[in-house]
C-alpha cells in the first residue's frame, strides 16, 4: 500500500506532491537591509523536497522585526531577495509559503538595527527576555497601546506583506498567530487588556487577528493564506488556560473565509484534544506539529486528524528529510549551538544521505 506521507494533497490553490512540510524556522541570516542572501537561496532550495515549505517568520513591516537578522518583505530589495528563493525552490519543484511574523511586544531594539516603535494591543511588555544580537537574553521593550484609529493602516501593511510576497514568487503566505507574536497577543487575555471592541471576549479578541487573515485573503486570494496557531502555548508570556475558549471561535470565524490551510502547533495538552476540537471547527485543511517522527506523523495522517504534517527541527540537518523518511534511513542530528550563528556552518552544510 502505498505510503500516506507521499500521497499528493492540495491546500486550498497549492498543490503540494507529498505530506510533509517544513515548518518555519528563524534562522538570523538575513544580510544588510534584512534582504534574504544567497546562503538562504541555497538553505530553501536543499529543503525543496518538502511538499512545502513555510519560511522563517517574516516582518511585514520594520516595527514587526523582534529578533537579530530576521527578513522583512517591506522594501523592494526584500522583495528581489525573495523572487531568488522562491525561483530556486520552485526550479527544484518544491512549493513555498512566506510567514508573516509581526513580534509586537516580543522585541529587543538592539536586534533592529534601526529605530521603530514597539507596538502592542496593550501597553504590557513581554514578560520574558528574548535573545539579542549575540544571543544573549535581554529584555524586551515596553511597547505604545496601538489605538484602534491606527489598526486600518496595520491590516494595509499586512495586506502589502502578502502582496510582496506573492510579487517575489511565493506560492501564499502563513500569517503566524502562535507563540506570543503580534496576534497571539490580541488573541491572549494575558497580553490585551483593551476596553474597546478589540479585548475582553474571546469574540473581541479574535476580532483583530480575523480582519488580518480577511485582509491577506482580500489582496491575495484565501486560497493562498493560511495560518497558524499553538491552542495553550505559555511562550512569550502567554496565559495558556482555556485555550479552547479563544481557539474554536477563532477557527470558526476564519474558516468563513475559505482559507488554504491551518497550521497547528499541537502541544498536547491534558484534557484537550487540540486537533479534534480544530476539527470541529474548521473545515479546511489542518497541517499538524510538534515533536512528531515518521511514524506518528502517518497515524495522525491514517487516522484522518491532518491532511498534512509538518517537522521543524528534523529537516535542519537532514535537506532531504523526504527522501530519509521515504528510505527508512537514519536523520542527522543537528548541531543546535550554530542554530542562529555560523553563517554558512550549520546552515547549508549539511550533507544529503
Ligand atoms: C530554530 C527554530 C526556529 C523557529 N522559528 C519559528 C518561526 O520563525 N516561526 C514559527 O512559527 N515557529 C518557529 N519555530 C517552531 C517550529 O516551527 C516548530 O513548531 C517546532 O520546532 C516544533 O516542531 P518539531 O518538533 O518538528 O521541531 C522554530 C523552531 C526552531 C527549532
Same mark, same amino acid.
Given at each position: 500500500?502505498?505510503?500516506?506521507?507521499?500521497?499528493?494533497?492540495?491546500?486550498?490553490?497549492?498543490?503540494?506532491?507529498?505530506?510533509?512540510?517544513?515548518?518555519?524556522?528563524?534562522?538570523?541570516?538575513?544580510?544588510?537591509?534584512?534582504?534574504?542572501?544567497?546562503?538562504?537561496?541555497?538553505?530553501?532550495?536543499?529543503?525543496?523536497?518538502?511538499?512545502?515549505?513555510?519560511?522563517?517568520?517574516?516582518?511585514?513591516?520594520?516595527?514587526?522585526?523582534?529578533?537579530?537578522?530576521?527578513?522583512?518583505?517591506?522594501?523592494?530589495?526584500?522583495?528581489?531577495?525573495?523572487?531568488?528563493?522562491?525561483?530556486?525552490?520552485?526550479?527544484?519543484?518544491?512549493?513555498?509559503?512566506?510567514?508573516?511574523?509581526?513580534?509586537?511586544?516580543?522585541?529587543?531594539?538592539?536586534?533592529?538595527?534601526?529605530?521603530?516603535?514597539?507596538?502592542?494591543?496593550?501597553?504590557?511588555?513581554?514578560?520574558?527576555?528574548?535573545?539579542?544580537?549575540?544571543?544573549?537574553?535581554?529584555?524586551? %521593550? *515596553?511597547? &505604545? =497601546?496601538?489605538?484602534? @484609529?491606527?489598526?486600518? +493602516?496595520?491590516?494595509?501593511?499586512? !495586506?502589502?506583506? $502578502?502582496?510582496?510576497?506573492?510579487?517575489?514568487?511565493?506560492?501564499?503566505?502563513?500569517?503566524?498567530?502562535?507563540?506570543?507574536?503580534?496576534?497571539?497577543?490580541?488573541?491572549?487575555?494575558?497580553?490585551?487588556?483593551?476596553?474597546?471592541?478589540?479585548?475582553?471576549?474571546?469574540?473581541?479578541?479574535?476580532?483583530?487577528?480575523?480582519?488580518?487573515?480577511?485582509?491577506?485573503?482580500?489582496?491575495?486570494?484565501?486560497?493562498?493564506?493560511?495560518?497558524?496557531?499553538?491552542?495553550?502555548?505559555?511562550?512569550?508570556?502567554?496565559?495558556?488556560?482555556?485555550?479552547?475558549?479563544?481557539?474554536?471561535?477563532?477557527?470558526?470565524?476564519?474558516?468563513?473565509?475559505?482559507?488554504?490551510?491551518?497550521?497547528?502547533?499541537?502541544?498536547?495538552?491534558?484534557?484537550?484534544?487540540?486537533? %479534534? *476540537?480544530? &476539527? =470541529?471547527?474548521?473545515? @479546511?485543511?489542518?497541517? +499538524?506539529?510538534?515533536?512528531?517522527? !515518521?511514524?506518528? $506523523?502517518?497515524?495522525?495522517?491514517?487516522?484522518?486528524?491532518?491532511?498534512?504534517?509538518?517537522?521543524?527541527?528534523?529537516?535542519?540537518?537532514?535537506?532531504?528529510?523526504?527522501?530519509?523518511?521515504?528510505?527508512?534511513?537514519?536523520?542527522?542530528?543537528?548541531?543546535?549551538?550554530?542554530?542562529?550563528?555560523?553563517?554558512?556552518?550549520?546552515?547549508?552544510?549539511?550533507?544529503?544521505?
Amino acid at each position: 500500500m502505498r505510503d500516506v506521507l507521499f500521497a499528493p494533497v492540495r491546500l486550498g490553490g497549492i498543490d503540494l506532491a507529498n505530506r510533509i512540510v517544513m515548518a518555519p524556522m528563524t534562522r538570523d541570516r538575513a544580510g544588510p537591509g534584512d534582504v534574504p542572501t544567497d546562503a538562504m537561496v541555497e538553505y530553501y532550495a536543499q529543503r525543496a523536497s518538502a511538499g512545502l515549505i513555510v519560511t522563517e517568520g517574516v516582518q511585514p513591516s520594520a516595527a514587526g522585526k523582534g529578533y537579530w537578522r530576521t527578513p522583512g518583505i517591506h522594501t523592494p530589495e526584500q522583495v528581489e531577495g525573495w523572487r531568488k528563493v522562491a525561483e530556486a525552490v520552485h526550479a527544484r519543484g518544491g512549493r513555498i509559503v512566506m510567514q508573516l511574523m509581526h513580534c509586537g511586544r516580543a522585541v529587543v531594539p538592539a536586534n533592529r538595527g534601526f529605530e521603530a516603535e514597539v507596538i502592542a494591543p496593550s501597553a504590557l511588555p513581554c514578560p520574558v527576555q528574548v535573545p539579542g544580537p549575540d544571543g544573549t537574553p535581554m529584555d524586551t %521593550a *515596553m511597547p &505604545r =497601546a496601538l489605538s484602534a @484609529g491606527e489598526l486600518p +493602516a496595520l491590516l494595509e501593511e499586512y !495586506a502589502a506583506a $502578502a502582496s510582496n510576497a506573492v510579487a517575489a514568487g511565493m506560492d501564499g503566505v502563513e500569517l503566524h498567530c502562535a507563540s506570543g507574536y503580534l496576534i497571539n497577543q490580541f488573541l491572549n487575555p494575558a497580553s490585551n487588556l483593551r476596553t474597546d471592541e478589540f479585548g475582553g471576549s474571546a469574540e473581541n479578541r479574535i476580532r483583530f487577528p480575523v480582519m488580518v487573515l480577511k485582509a491577506l485573503a482580500d489582496a491575495i486570494g484565501g486560497d493562498r493564506v493560511g495560518f497558524r496557531i499553538s491552542p495553550g502555548n505559555p511562550y512569550n508570556g502567554m496565559d495558556p488556560s482555556d485555550p479552547q475558549g479563544t481557539f474554536a471561535p477563532f477557527a470558526k470565524a476564519a474558516d468563513a473565509l475559505g482559507l488554504a490551510f491551518l497550521h497547528v502547533v499541537d502541544m498536547g495538552l491534558d484534557g484537550l484534544d487540540t486537533l %479534534a *476540537m480544530l &476539527r =470541529a471547527n474548521w473545515s @479546511g485543511p489542518i497541517i +499538524a506539529n510538534n515533536n512528531l517522527k !515518521a511514524d506518528s $506523523a502517518r497515524a495522525l495522517l491514517e487516522a484522518g486528524r491532518a491532511e498534512a504534517v509538518s517537522f521543524g527541527r528534523a529537516f535542519i540537518a537532514n535537506p532531504d528529510l523526504v527522501e530519509r523518511i521515504a528510505a527508512g534511513a537514519p536523520l542527522a542530528k543537528a548541531d543546535f549551538a550554530l542554530l542562529y550563528t555560523g553563517e554558512e556552518r550549520g546552515y547549508i552544510d549539511y550533507p544529503p544521505m
